[in-house]
């Protein structure tokens, strides 16, 4: 989600780190510093814009506003500013975001620092507010800072300021193609912009019928997730968007959003986390939450926060993710008790499938295809999703150090990927392949937008012609006119195509995607399709993890890769992606040459180099090594296995 009174967050001065819950949350950056935090005294100019100086033509007016009652306004003209001084209370480095509409060209948005400007957005003609942002600050304590809004041929208007701390990693990518380069620093850029400041006072429970909320809370370390007019992050949108966030190392904010849903997954709620979580990390956004009989929950959100909690210790290594006994416990209640709970409706024999109950949102939907939702028992992102829970619990078992009980989540993993390719998805290929069952259970073909995107992304259909059958079919019905009807959804496409290794394919939706970020957002409350935050979160992910086809294993300091490339792209560099307590730099030189660097100071990378393809010759630093092979999802790959000692560099090389 993104700003709006919310972005009033930023407006209280003093932060203080929220108590930890039981789970250990991890510790907001900088807690340790009990000076006050760098913070706007009046984000959304509610208070008719304290500690703001106004030159002639500006003010603050009510009426075309972002959210709230007010706004900054600029008049036409030129040499019309308005500003706000600051000192900076404590070093650190931030992100200064604002929502701004102009009806011309020339206007202008400024950071300035001991009176030198360090950053200018040139504001664009767009009379309908979109989100701006200045990156990376740098700020030592008593520095004095200048936020300021200049006139251009024509009004400006400004809402919802917002101060985020700059992101923890900053990896850079380089290439023979200009436009992944502008797409990465635009998305890395964009994603850290949604972060909230710890320790910041904003309201709870705000939404587009409580525009001011229903009081305060203290925000944890968080990020937006959802729509912009609403104080909280939305899990499936934050499962979307994890990967991204690992990439720009915000562990701290990935832990706390996971475990503020493994806490509502309790045995009143049958099991079912919550739907939407305030940016307190604590308390359920009223909008989505009425009672625990009545709640927004959709079956395959439970699975996915199991995925991506094993997907986020394999990122950082955090023990925590495993012996953190919040986290453990939801990861057992969602792939035990959980689909016991709710396994009635159809006879699955020997296998277990949650179901919905096919009575709406607010009763438990069966899958994220809303539209779809009403009337199905069982859906393929449902069970998709539980598939992949499943190999992720042999991760995480696995991490704990219980391997019976990692086998025992293989098995069953196993079992239901069998059940799913021989009986419950049917027989037929394409259109006729089944997606979803009613409540009744009726078998369901046809297009089901997630039902239908997850299956293949999940990777639960077997390799081969069916599930290169349903690709196709995939991709001609997103061209058609019944595509996903929003970006959210799009988002997904990606993913499912580099997974299934159509890289040309998947790079073309990442760079449609990118090249719509400007359109209006079909909800109008939030800005342009770019200022919906899974847009940028996944294009950064989608680069490190699609194109470049890292994988990492941070636990056992190990990494693979495998090139993605496009056609026309010769080469691709992405450096400084965090792995655990260090950074790596992977180059891809078309499908064929890898080079890998391990930038820490201490400590080694196993690393697994994967090419596509049975290849006669494959060196490591130009000496020849004996070619193996394996098959991954049903791909056969060539690959060698160095370890990277720190601060070296290896390069892996087939042919023929």
Do not use: C
Not at 413 to 440: C, E, H, I, P, Q
Not at 481 to 502: A, K, V
Not at 570 to 591: F, K, M, N, Y
């Amino acid at each position: 989600m993104k700003p709006s009174r919310l972005m009033l967050l930023t407006a209280v001065a003093l932060l203080t780190p929220i108590a930890p819950a039981a789970s250990a949350t991890p510790a907001p950056r900088a807690a340790t510093d009990s000076r006050p935090q760098l913070a706007l005294p009046d984000p959304g100019f509610e208070n008719g814009g304290t500690g703001w100086t106004f030159g002639p033509g500006t003010g603050v007016g009510a009426g075309n506003v972002h959210s709230g009652s007010r706004f900054l306004y600029l008049d036409a003209g030129t040499g019309r500013t308005a500003r706000l001084d600051l000192v900076a209370p404590r070093d650190g480095s931030y992100d200064f975001s604002a929502w701004v509409g102009s009806a011309g060209t020339g206007g202008t948005y400024s950071i300035r620092r001991n009176g030198e400007t360090v950053g200018t957005v040139e504001l664009p003609q767009r009379a309908s507010y979109a989100r701006y942002t200045i990156s990376r600050v740098d700020l030592k304590a008593g520095d004095r800072l200048e936020i300021a809004f200049g006139s251009g041929t024509s009004w400006v208007n400004a809402d919802d300021l917002m101060i985020s701390p700059a992101a923890p990693a900053d990896p850079q990518v380089t290439s023979s193609d200009p436009e992944v380069v502008e797409m990465f620093d635009w998305a890395k850029r964009k994603a850290n912009s949604w972060v909230q400041l710890p320790g910041t006072v904003g309201p709870v429970n705000a939404d587009e019928h409580h525009t001011s909320g229903t009081g305060t809370g203290t925000y944890g370390p968080t990020y937006w997730a959802g729509y912009a007019n609403r104080s909280a992050y939305y899990s499936r949108d934050m499962t979307h968007q994890l990967d991204g966030a690992a990439v720009l190392g915000l562990d701290a904010e990935n832990r706390t959003m996971l475990t503020s849903y493994a806490a509502s997954a309790t045995a009143e709620h049958k099991y079912f986390p919550v739907w939407s979580v305030n940016f307190d990390a604590k308390t359920y956004l009223s909008i989505d939450y009425h009672s625990p009989d009545d709640y927004v929950r959709e079956v395959p959100a439970v699975f996915e926060l199991v995925e991506k909690a094993a997907q986020a210790y394999l990122w950082t290594g955090d023990r925590g993710y495993v012996d953190d006994p919040v986290l453990w416990d939801f990861y057992r209640h969602a792939t035990e008790q959980f689909i016991d709970l709710h396994n009635s409706a159809k006879d699955n024999g020997g296998v277990k499938v949650a179901e919905g109950t096919g009575k709406g949102i607010f009763s438990g939907a069966a899958s994220y295809n809303e539209q779809d939702g009403d009337g199905l028992a069982e859906a393929g992102d449902g069970i998709a999703s539980e598939y992949r829970a499943y190999l992720a619990m042999g991760v995480l078992a696995r991490g704990k150090g219980d391997l019976a009980l990692a086998k025992t989540y293989d098995r069953r993993a196993a079992d239901l990927k069998k059940y799913f390719n021989d009986t419950w998805s049917g027989s037929g290929s394409g259109a006729d392949m089944v997606r979803a069952y009613t409540t009744s259970g009726a078998p369901v073909t046809g297009w089901g937008k997630e039902n239908s995107v997850f299956m293949p992304m999940k990777q639960i259909i077997d390799p081969g012609p069916r599930n290169d059958a349903y690709l196709d079919y995939i991709q001609a019905q997103e061209l058609g006119p019944d595509g996903s009807p929003n970006i959210e959804s799009t988002t997904y496409l990606p993913d499912m195509f580099f997974r299934n290794n159509r890289a040309d394919t998947a790079w073309w939706w990442m760079r449609k995607i990118y090249g719509e970020r400007n359109t209006q957002h079909v909800n109008s409350r939030q800005g342009p399709d770019g200022d919906y935050p899974e847009v940028s979160f996944t294009l950064v992910s989608q680069t490190v993890e699609g194109l470049m086809g890292i994988t990492p294993d941070a636990a056992d300091h190990q990494v693979t890769t495998q090139s993605r490339l496009p056609s026309g792209m010769q080469w691709l560099q992405v450096a400084d992606v965090p792995v655990g307590t260090g950074t790596i730099t992977v180059r891809h030189d078309a499908a064929t040459k890898t080079t890998l660097t391990n930038n820490s100071r201490h400590g080694t990378y196993r690393w697994e180099a994967r090419f596509p393809g049975v290849h006669k010759r494959i060196t490591v630093d130009g000496v020849p090594r004996r070619a193996r092979t394996k098959t991954v999802d049903g791909v056969r790959y060539t690959y060698a296995t160095p370890t990277v000692r720190a601060g070296a560099t290896a390069v892996v090389q087939v042919s023929g």
